[in-house]
């Protein structure tokens, strides 16, 4: 089955700086690569995705990257604020009649004031 | 808000008991999805229904079941609880037509604790 592998576990930036996190994934077949946000004893919250077809997909202060050939994707935020602090999961999913996600085991981001 | 709901938000039981998780996906959705999320396992695919019928299944417990009503909500039933069942269990509903995955928005999860 398919396995997913997120880097860093824990990340703190300074207000304003750059934070990214990467993932890897065992499945070359899989196609669909969600990031979700989840603050504590909260629902994991949809942030932004991205397909196999796109190499890149941006939402404001937040974008995505894919490279299909190394099998890994990464997120990346930018003018990072305080209320951007929480754990961030990366996942990925195949087409077909079962499209489960796998998570990545979570990467706690902090941003300092 | 998601559009996804679920009953009840908490859960304390003791072992060797039996419950029933409820979800309401997003309207529209047929696709109904059970996670677990507990701290050593991080969040961990258990089944999935879609319009009524069992698509796939992860790590679920044969102690654990579940089904999709014709209203589309889901139930999950944990039987001869143990300990280490305590966790935040997770619906996601997805649109499911076709082939392509879809997103799936979370509801507000149910945290059991079993003592």
New interface residues.
């Given amino acids: 089955g398919e396995n997913v592998e997120q880097h860093p576990s824990t990340l703190s930036v300074q207000e304003g700086d750059s934070a990214v996190i990467k993932c890897t994934y065992s499945d070359s077949a899989s196609?669909?690569f969600?990031w979700?946000k989840q603050e504590l004893g909260?629902?994991?919250?949809?942030i932004i995705?991205i397909?196999s077809n796109v190499g890149e997909k941006k939402d404001q202060r937040i974008a995505v990257t894919l490279n299909k050939t190394a099998k890994h994707f990464s997120l990346h935020i930018t003018e990072t604020q305080p209320e951007d602090s929480a754990v961030y999961?990366c996942a990925a999913?195949?087409?077909?009649?079962?499209?489960?996600?796998?998570?990545?085991?979570?990467t706690q981001l902090t941003v300092l004031p | 808000d998601?559009g996804v709901t679920q009953t009840p938000k908490h859960l304390i039981t003791a072992t060797g008991q039996r419950v029933t998780l409820r979800c309401s996906p997003r309207s529209g959705d047929l696709?109904v999805?059970w996670?677990q999320q507990s701290l050593d396992q991080?969040?961990?695919?258990l089944i999935?229904y879609?319009n009524g019928e069992e698509?796939?299944k992860?790590n679920i417990l044969e102690r654990f079941s579940a089904q999709q009503f014709p209203d589309l909500h889901s139930e999950l039933n944990l039987s001869s609880l143990e300990l280490g069942d305590s966790a935040l269990y997770?619906c996601?509903s997805?649109q499911?037509r076709g082939?392509?995955?879809?997103?799936?928005?979370?509801?507000?999860?149910t945290r059991l604790t079993v003592t």
């Fill in positions: 196609n669909y969600p979700y909260k629902r994991p919250q949809l995705d397909r999961f999913s195949l087409s077909g009649s079962a499209r489960q996600l796998t998570f990545g085991s979570g | 998601s696709s999805y996670y991080g969040l961990q695919f999935q879609y698509r796939a992860g997770f996601a997805s499911g082939t392509a995955p879809y997103e799936q928005y979370f509801g507000p999860g």
